[in-house]
């Protein structure tokens, strides 16, 4: 059974840190482009950051001009998990994040919810003093 499991999120002052895990259980995470999305109330779900497959795609990785610079995401396979590392954290970062699957197809970064196929059931990041 396919199932992705987010966590680490939570409340943060704006500057802070935080470090979301998404773990994957079913299938390996290795052979897919992985995503992390936001949705925040009353708005889109955005992409944020993605990681292509590492076995077909050398694991590049991608992050949208909103959090470049502050945002990284990366992959343990061992574990099976890839992690979100938030730093330099603003209001406008508070949101519900989410963790996705799709397939891998070496066209560069894919930010769009639509070619996702599982996703997991998102965990809260709100940042505020």
């Known amino acids: 059974q396919v199932q992705l499991v987010e966590s680490g999120g939570g409340l943060v002052q704006p500057g802070g840190s935080l470090r979301l895990s998404c773990a994957a259980s079913?299938?390996?995470?290795?052979?897919?482009?992985v995503g992390w999305f936001r949705q925040a109330p009353g708005k889109e779900r955005e992409g944020v950051s993605c990681?292509?497959?590492?076995?077909?795609?050398?694991?590049?990785?991608y992050h949208a001009d909103s959090v470049k610079g502050r945002f990284t995401i990366s992959r343990d396979n061992a574990k099976n998990t890839v992690y979100l590392q938030l730093n330099s954290l603003k209001p406008e970062d508070t949101a519900v994040y989410y963790c996705?699957?799709?397939?891998?197809?070496?066209?560069?970064?894919?930010?769009?919810?639509?070619?996702?196929?599982?996703w997991g059931q998102g965990t809260q990041v709100t940042v505020s003093s």
């Open positions: 990681i292509d497959s590492g076995d077909s795609g050398h694991g590049n990785t």
């Open positions: 996705a699957v799709g397939p891998y197809y070496g066209l560069g970064p894919n930010f769009s919810p639509l070619e996702y196929d599982y």
């Open positions: 079913g299938f390996s995470l290795d052979y897919y482009t």
